[in-house]
């Protein structure tokens, strides 16, 4: 199971005994913005974000990635309140993804919510919310996927994920490589179009390279 922002938050308050009140006493954030941090509504950043590694006594990266040393923030040599750098991509939708030219093309990219780069993806990629079961259940729906756009159809092997946009539209499929063209193929077998070949209107928008998860409640029973 993957490990997600909400959960390693969750984690290191129990280990420490530190509750939401404490959290809204020493002024980190309100009893909303708590609670959707705890529920992976939302994603701490900027001044929080800071605060709350503070409180945590984490690195600030490693509540976003669960990379690091959890305790590598704490020398006595280090200032707390130095902010660690990450890096955030906007989600657009799918909308904008299937006008997608460059960064430089989507509208209102100041408006779209922000999430921190996963490790490895370039400076210009973005995030798209999994819609549908086509990709079941590998990808849930609701899951926020990393697209890294600079890539081009060549670089990109049988089996990985990408995004296509063909007349406007954009869909999230594997890629399948042959001597005679290139292939879309969701990973639901129980998907009605297990094949989609790609025509010269198709165009590359990006390679998929990591995913944020929302976080999930299960049933036990």
Known sequence: MIESVADRIDKRMKELKIKQVDLINKKVASKGT????????????????????NELKVDAAWILTGQGDINSRFDNNVELNQVVTVTYAPVISWVQAGSFTDMDS????????????????GKKSFYLEVRGLSNAPYFEEGEKICIDPDYQLEDIQTGEMVVVKCNNTATFKALISEPDGYYLKPLNPNWAEQVIPLNEDCILVGKYVGSFKPARKFSLS
């Open 34 to 53: 708590i609670s959707l941090w705890l529920s992976g509504g939302s994603i701490p950043s900027g001044d929080r974000l800071v605060k709350l590694s």
């Open 106 to 121: 989507i509208n209102n990219l100041a408006e779209c919510e922000k999430l921190p780069l996963v490790p490895g993806a």
